[in-house]
């Protein structure tokens, strides 16, 4: 079937149907201009409507919704306590007489103990400040931890999320005859290149055994991300599409377990570990994927 360039441009941007999808995707395992084509498309196509992407609000932390809770409620009684009660009629209405020297003397009297009240109130609130500022400054800095750990998971997980969309993207153009033709000496290069990644980034490097699932390994590639170096191990398996190990330093990225997902006839499993992503896209179970990212653990 022939392919216009419009065609090409909706499969590379996601617009076709699963039905669509399907056939483009048939077609392409057995085009190899078609294949071509797709990648050169996939390569020019820039990734606008990453730059309009909402982020999601951060959860306020649990420990400060219920500090913020504790305080309106003291507030509401403090404003109750200072509430003046309503006077009756008769009490409101009083009569203004002239002070006699009595009277003159209970006021002084009464100022100087209104004066020795405001002073111990005073003192108390010193007091209360000493011992709270403590309390309060702890609380602020956890509160802030919180919201800046959950600011960085959200930032690794969306980064990571975009490191696995491009390699499954750019895997998803791959098709049998790709690597079918493979040097002897290809573990040996594959070795040799991997030696001096290591050497110059933090990347750490291995090559995973899969011939237990059928798979050998074919070739290793230096590919880039986001600045950073990523090796693409590729391996093959007759009559089907190949296979992508991928692997890529990280150093700003907490532990992320291992968690599945699709991408065109794909599967896809990945983590972060040690710093360092991790992805296996192949057209396997999700269960299959599992247990070779496990397996892979004896090499990393």
């Excluded at 909706?10 to 077609?27: P, S």
């Amino acid at each position: 079937m022939k392919y216009s360039e419009i065609d090409i441009l909706n499969f590379v941007d996601g617009c076709l149907n699963d039905a669509q999808t399907a056939e483009f995707l048939a077609e392409l395992r057995v085009n190899p201009e078609l294949a071509n084509l797709v990648e050169l498309m996939q390569a020019s196509k820039l990734p606008i409507d990453k730059a309009y992407e909402q982020e999601s609000q951060t959860p306020v932390p649990p420990a400060l919704r219920n500090r913020v809770a504790a305080l309106i409620v003291d507030n509401a009684r403090a404003n109750n306590a200072e509430k003046p009660q309503e006077q009756s009629g008769e009490s409101a209405l009083k009569q203004v007489e002239v002070p006699n020297a009595n009277d003159t003397a209970v006021t002084r009297s009464s100022d100087g103990l209104a004066k020795l009240g405001w002073a111990v109130c005073l003192l108390a609130g010193v007091a209360i400040g000493v011992v709270m500022s403590p309390i309060y400054s702890q609380f602020k800095n956890a509160a802030v931890s919180d919201n800046t750990q959950t600011l960085a998971e959200i930032s690794a997980l969306q980064s990571h999320e975009r490191f696995v969309a491009r390699v499954a993207d750019y895997q998803s153009l791959y098709v049998e005859n790709t690597v079918s033709a493979v040097s002897d000496s290809r573990l040996q290069q594959a070795q040799i290149l991997l030696q001096s990644l290591s050497s110059r980034s933090a990347v750490q490097t291995g090559i995973p055994d899969f011939t237990a699932y059928g798979y050998e390994f074919a070739r290793a590639q230096e590919l880039g991300f986001e600045g950073e170096v990523l090796v693409q191990l590729v391996y093959r398996k007759p009559g089907a599409i190949p296979l992508a190990f991928c692997y890529m330093p990280k150093a700003s990225h907490p532990n992320l377990a291992k968690q599945v997902s699709q991408h065109h006839q794909l599967q896809a499993v990945s983590w972060i570990e040690d710093s360092q992503q991790f992805v296996i896209v192949a057209d396997e179970s999700q269960a299959i994927l599992r247990k070779m990212s496990d397996d892979s653990a004896v090499v990393f």
